[in-house]
């Protein structure tokens, strides 16, 4: 069993950044992927990120790409999530996932397991 904790979450301006971690706790990472969705209000929840532990590559949603990059810290059994360039449209709860989820990172039900998520707010 696999327990995961979000946290970083707030309230920031347009053009602004937040860092979202996803701490593990139970087991580590390794060899699962590690995945970040959203889900805004009203809206399915939907990929956004995705790094697999033990090769660190990583996956992007093409409407983050270039202003979300996920990384790992192998110590901390933790992934961050740090979010640049925060439009309007970033708003919504952001939950960390993992599993062994093969080539299908961007897919939800591959992940087993899943954090309460934290919320991001972009408003002026």
């Known amino acids: 069993q696999v327990q995961l904790v979000e946290s970083g979450g707030g309230l920031v301006q347009p053009g602004g950044s937040l860092r979202l971690s996803c701490a593990a706790s139970g087991r580590t990472f390794g060899g699962y992927t590690v995945g970040w969705f959203r889900q805004a209000p009203g809206k399915e929840r939907e990929f956004v990120a995705a790094?697999?532990?033990?090769?660190?590559?990583?996956y992007y949603a093409d409407s983050v790409t270039g202003r979300f990059t996920i990384s790992r810290d192998n110590a901390k059994n933790t992934v961050y999530l740090q979010m640049n360039s925060l439009k309007f449209d970033d708003t919504a709860v952001y939950y960390c996932?993992?599993?062994?989820?093969?080539?299908?990172?961007?897919?939800?039900?591959?992940?087993?397991?899943w954090g309460q998520g934290t919320q991001v707010t972009v408003s002026s």
């Open positions: 996932a993992t599993g062994p989820t093969g080539t299908s990172y961007y897919s939800r039900p591959e992940y087993l397991y």
């Open positions: 790094i697999r532990w033990s090769a660190g590559s990583t």
